[in-house]
């Protein structure tokens, strides 16, 4: 389908070196004459294709930019301040990172130090935690005991974070309850918590929040009114949250 509008736009632009005819005044032998004109200067000039391809990705990406920030406008509340989202550095922040992750995330855990230095380095940021799992039942099972661990020890839910995004292999309902058990909570109340309160709403806000913005992968980020995809490490984040407090938008 990508190929569709890259052609038609080369046409286009070789049609602009032709002389200037109501399409509907070319006759047959014409119009024949004008295909093998384009052709001939496509096939002279191939880097056209790669000019076409890059305006493409710049009017997508523009359009994915407008879509995403009416979205974020239109469900603030649900991307920020969520009841079932856990918040860690500073609850009072001026600048809020929101991380849409997934446990089995491999660029989730590389991007766990990104997430840690700012926390270190910048006292004023909140960062919000958004469990998506979308990396298969394995990560569906980790988020149910994770869940399960925020409602009862709320207090311990960043440390259960980052032991079980940081920890070996994959996750999974073992490692999860494992990491429950090290910090106090054990399974048999893991388990009675899941029975009693079954996790449905978060997860569900998450993916439906996902879907409305256009994310496609984690980790992904909600920052003031830009969504940002893909581990693109703390020196881009950083610059994000400065020009926030610089202009209220992520670039000034």
């Not at 569709?4 to 002389?19: D, E, Q």
């Not at 869940?147 to 980052?162: C, G, I, S, T, V």
């Not at 070996?168 to 090290?182: K, L």
């Not at 996790?199 to 496609?216: E, H, W």
């Amino acid at each position: 389908m990508a190929l569709f509008p890259k052609t038609f736009t080369a046409l286009a632009l070789a049609a602009s070196f032709a002389m200037p005819l109501p399409a509907l005044a070319l006759d047959d032998a014409q119009k024949k004459e004008f295909g093998e004109f384009i052709k001939e200067y496509l096939i002279q000039n191939p880097e056209i294709m790669l000019d076409v391809q890059d305006a493409l990705q710049k009017k997508q990406e523009e359009a994915r930019l407008v879509k995403a920030n009416q979205v974020i406008s239109e469900n603030s509340k649900s991307i920020f301040d969520a009841k079932d989202d856990i918040s860690i550095g500073n609850p009072k922040g001026d600048v809020t990172i929101v991380e849409f992750f997934d446990y089995n995330c491999g660029y989730c855990r590389h991007a766990l130090s990104d997430m840690q230095t700012m926390l270190k380095k910048d006292k004023s940021v909140r960062f919000v935690l958004k469990e998506f799992p979308i990396l298969g039942p394995e990560s569906v099972a980790a988020h149910k005991v994770s869940d399960a661990f925020r409602k009862l020890a709320p207090e311990k839910y960043e440390q259960f974070h980052l032991a079980l995004l940081g920890g070996e292999g994959r996750a999974d309902e073992d490692s999860a309850m494992e990491v429950a058990s090290s910090l106090g909570v054990n399974e048999k109340q893991i388990r009675d918590e899941m029975a009693k309160s079954p996790d449905t709403g978060s997860v569900q806000n998450a993916y439906d929040l996902a879907q409305k913005l256009g994310i496609s992968g984690t980790p992904s980020y909600v920052i003031g009114n830009e969504l940002v995809q893909g581990a693109v490490g703390f020196d881009d984040l950083e610059a994000k949250v400065k020009n926030m407090r610089t202009c209220g938008k992520t670039s000034c």
